[in-house]
């Protein structure tokens, strides 16, 4: 019996740390690209800053388990708000 196994509809996106992100995609890609943003917030008595980092991640195909694409992430790079393409 020849049984044919069609590539999963959800990635599971495995960022630094060990997060990870599940995301729906269509078909198989070696590489995904995700901006995401975080808060930052550093209070100490010589500085206050309060503000929101946007990062470009890169993540790329590392093998299908429990029914997810697993992607891995391979680059983060922090980019300036006037970058950001809406």
Same mark, same amino acid.
């Given at each position: 019996m020849n049984k044919k196994t069609?590539?999963?509809?959800?990635? !599971?996106? %495995?960022?630094?740390?060990? $997060?990870? !992100?599940? &995301? !729906? %995609?269509?078909?198989?890609?070696?590489r995904i690209n995700? %901006?995401? +943003?975080?808060?930052?917030?550093i209070s100490e008595p010589s500085l206050d800053y309060d503000g929101?980092?946007?990062?470009?991640l &890169? $993540?790329?195909?590392d093998g299908i388990k429990n029914g997810y +694409? &697993?992607?891995?992430?391979?680059h983060s790079i922090r980019i300036d708000e006037a970058n950001i393409k809406s």
């Open positions: 069609k590539f999963p509809k959800k990635a !599971k996106l %495995i960022a630094d740390g060990g $997060f990870y !992100k599940i &995301e !729906k %995609i269509d078909k198989f890609v070696t995700m %901006i995401v +943003a975080r808060r930052i917030r929101t980092w946007h990062f470009d &890169e $993540f790329v195909f +694409a &697993e992607y891995r992430q391979v």
